[in-house]
């Protein structure tokens, strides 16, 4: 149910405050609009496709990659550039850790596209709605593989079959596991917070 408007006075003015929002209402202006990157750091990892190993690494990051029905090339320069860099590694030569990125020790990296890290519960039953629509995504994700591969090693960086019903294997190595939104998330609240009356 929609409440009145509050009625304020003040020195010299009247104005109407506006009525509260729905805790419903923030959590839908919360909602991050971004790509979505789900890192783990592995000691390996493979892709099945019909009983059939179509991509393999061994130590290294596998990347399961969410796209968001509003993603932009900006948002895959990103993506690209903090999986590539993030310091998940230890220091072989001085023994510390979380110290190298996956290009320094020369590992590989597994690319998976996932648009189910893009699922809203509705009651029980999963909603995929915000996610890029397949015949959008395949390109931008192809675009995305080809990124990562032109800012490491073409050799160095493997994806699986969009689209496909794939089995992904992987040994994680730790546990690590991190979750990497773009900065399109950053945008989006700043823009709420620069619009008059939000």
């Given amino acids: 149910m929609y409440s009145l ?7 010299g003015c009247v104005r ?3 009525p509260p929002r729905s805790a419903a209402t923030k959590r839908r202006r919360l909602q991050i609009r971004a790509m979505r990157a789900v890192v783990q750091r592995v000691a390996s990892a493979s892709v099945e496709v019909e009983g059939r190993t179509v991509s393999e690494i061994g130590p290294g990051l596998l990347v399961l990659v969410g796209i968001h029905d509003s993603d932009t090339d900006s948002d895959a320069d990103y993506i690209c550039r903090k999986v590539l860099n993030m310091r998940l590694f230890t220091n072989e030569s001085t ?7 996956v290009m320094q020790k020369n590992y590989g ?3 998976v596209s996932q648009f189910t890290l893009y699922g809203i ?11 890029m629509p397949p015949q959008k995504a395949k390109p931008f994700y192809e675009s995305l593989v080809e990124r990562f591969r032109k800012a490491y090693s073409p050799d ?12 992904v294997n992987l040994v994680n190595d730790g ?12 945008r989006n609240a700043e823009t709420a917070a620069e619009e008059p009356g939000k």
């Fill in 95 to 101: 023994g510390r850790g979380w110290d190298q990125n």
């Fill in 121 to 131: 519960l509705k009651g029980n039953k999963p909603d995929f709605h915000v996610a």
């Fill in 5 to 11: 408007p509050t009625l304020s006075l003040c020195s």
């Fill in 175 to 186: 546990p690590v596991t991190m979750q990497l939104d773009s900065l399109q998330s950053t």
């Fill in 156 to 167: 160095a960086v493997k994806d699986g079959i969009f689209g496909a019903m794939m089995k």
């Fill in 16 to 18: 109407f405050a506006p």
């Fill in 109 to 111: 990296v597994l690319l």
